[in-house]
């Protein structure tokens, strides 16, 4: 006992002491970026990790697929397309995780702001500052900066449905109401950009609407009836287009007729091809043939053909199942949530993503007519590619706090969202009762 106080022992303790100072002050070097990813749920991760990974296989497809069109455009630069699909992704990566970072509050104070501010912008598409592309006018041009103002549309019209109908779920039950306050508004974002000729953006934000609806807890019948309208509105719409009326002739005869392959056809046939020559295993990766200048879009709205031929059915499915898995996370996130308001602004970003990744899907195999839809995190496209990463920072930023790992919520189909009370048992509990819940709370933490 007493050699412990020999001054041999106290330098000796003294050098571990100085040894070990340097190995505890240096993580504080390092604190702003682990606070980054700091994060007190899995749902967190598995979010982040499935973005990270199908961004960085939509880089290297958009390099693979855009090589050649690159090449013949812009001075024999394969990598022009490559390289301007990085910057944004350069961009939308920070701007995802500092999303992750703000709370639920930040959310809710800026959806009004917010929403003004994008549909203010999504009217300077039918200023001198829009262009058009491909028979949409859903741009705008400002010197070297280009933006798709309807992909902003798109996360500000989820807060902003969010909000609304957490704060106010009584106007779930009346039909006059809940038109009265979401109309306004919606109506709009949609109809400017069905005016621009964006069908495919228009129905996606549209099934958005009706996502969030739903899982907010409006009546069936309700929906239904609005669906029944939209269908006969979608319709008439259709109709008043020559372009677009063919093409969903094309579609509906199966593309048969020589005339259809040269004209409507010559997209969906050529990305039918595309995959069917990938197998299996598919062709390798660089090896595509579609992408010397057969296949319109590659790059963008077909890049699901090319994925299929360079990387075979195996590559198709992998997407797939990549894509189910954000649904699966969201759906994780959302019932770990008993915010209303995350809840809903959740769903509306899961329908908006899933959706749209399964329209794409289902053009490029001819199930759907061609509407022009991007593959999200994957097709090349700045303002889509942005616009989607910030929607999945707001889903981070409610997946960092879990309320329950097992949290059971009851859907209440007058007043949306709302969690079940846990059951507390009537009476004073006894000595023996107090320590099994005791004991189930500290097993409950650690998991």
């Given at each position: 006992m007493t050699t412990t106080h020999h001054p041999r022992f106290q330098k000796s303790r003294q050098q571990t002491a100085d040894q070990d100072r340097p190995a505890r002050s240096a993580p504080a070097a390092v604190v702003a970026v682990r606070r980054i990813f700091a994060a007190e749920t899995g749902n967190y991760f598995l979010l982040l990790g499935t973005t990270l990974f199908l961004v960085v296989l939509g880089l290297v497809m958009v390099l693979s697929s855009?090589?050649?069109?690159?090449?013949?455009?812009?001075?024999?630069?394969?990598?022009?397309?490559?390289?301007?699909?990085?910057?944004?992704?350069?961009v939308g990566v920070p701007l995802m995780l500092v999303a992750s970072r703000m709370p639920a509050a930040f959310w809710k104070r800026i959806a009004w702001p917010a929403i003004i501010t994008s549909?203010?912008?999504?009217?300077?598409?039918?200023?001198?500052?829009?262009?058009?592309?491909?028979?949409?006018?859903?741009?705008?041009?400002?010197?070297?900066?280009?933006?798709?103002?309807?992909?902003?549309?798109?996360?500000?019209?989820?807060?902003?449905?969010?909000?609304?109908v957490s704060t106010r779920p009584e106007i779930l039950r009346d039909w006059k109401r809940l038109a009265m306050t979401i109309a306004p508004v919606a109506v709009p974002a949609i109809g400017f950009v069905?005016?621009?000729?964006?069908?495919?953006?228009?129905?996606?934000?549209?099934?958005?609407?009706?996502?969030?609806?739903?899982?907010?807890g409006i009546r069936l019948r309700i929906l239904a009836t609005v669906v029944v309208l939209l269908g006969l509105v979608g319709t008439l719409f259709t109709s008043l287009s020559s372009s677009r009326s063919a093409r969903i002739n094309a579609w509906l005869s199966g593309c048969s007729s020589e005339s259809d392959y040269a004209l409507d056809c010559w997209q969906t046939m050529h990305g039918?091809?595309?995959?069917?020559?990938?197998?299996?295993?598919g062709v390798?990766?660089?090896?595509?043939?579609?992408?010397?200048?057969?296949?319109p879009e590659a790059?963008?709205?077909?890049?699901?053909?090319?994925?299929?031929?360079?990387?075979?059915?195996?590559?198709?499915?992998?997407?797939?199942?990549?894509?189910?898995?954000?649904?699966?996370?969201?759906?994780?996130?959302?019932?770990?949530?008993?915010?209303?308001?995350?809840?809903?602004?959740?769903?509306?970003?899961?329908?908006?993503i899933v959706s749209q990744a399964m329209v794409n899907i289902a053009v490029v195999l001819g199930v759907l007519p061609v509407l022009g839809v991007p593959l999200p995190l994957i097709s090349a496209g700045g303002s889509a590619l942005i616009a989607t990463l910030a929607a999945i920072g707001v889903a981070l930023s409610f997946a960092?706090?879990?309320?329950?790992?097992?949290?059971?919520?009851?859907?209440?189909t007058a007043a949306g969202f709302r969690p079940r009370a846990h059951r507390q048992p009537a009476g004073p509990m006894s000595p023996a009762e107090r320590s099994r819940q005791a004991a189930a709370e500290r097993a409950r933490r650690k998991s």
């Open positions: 855009s090589s050649i069109e690159s090449y013949l455009e812009n001075n024999s630069d394969p990598f022009a397309a490559f390289l301007r699909q990085g910057l944004y992704a350069l549909m203010a912008m999504q009217l300077l598409v039918f200023t001198p500052l829009g262009y058009g592309y491909g028979g949409n006018r859903n741009w705008i041009s400002i010197g070297a900066f280009t933006a798709q103002p309807s992909e902003l549309v798109k996360i500000t019209l989820v807060l902003w449905i969010a909000l609304m069905l005016i621009g000729n964006d069908l495919g953006t228009a129905v996606i934000m549209l099934a958005m609407v009706l996502g969030l609806l739903y899982f907010a039918w091809w595309a995959l069917a020559s990938g197998g299996l295993f390798g990766l660089g090896n595509s043939k579609a992408k010397w200048s057969w296949l790059a963008n709205d077909f890049i699901f053909a090319i994925i299929g031929e360079e990387l075979g059915l195996i590559g198709a499915v992998v997407v797939l199942l990549l894509f189910v898995v954000l649904a699966i996370t969201f759906v994780r996130i959302i019932r770990a949530n008993a915010d209303p308001f995350a809840r809903l602004a959740i769903s509306g970003i899961m329908i908006w960092r706090k879990a309320d329950d790992p097992e949290p059971t919520y009851a859907r209440d």
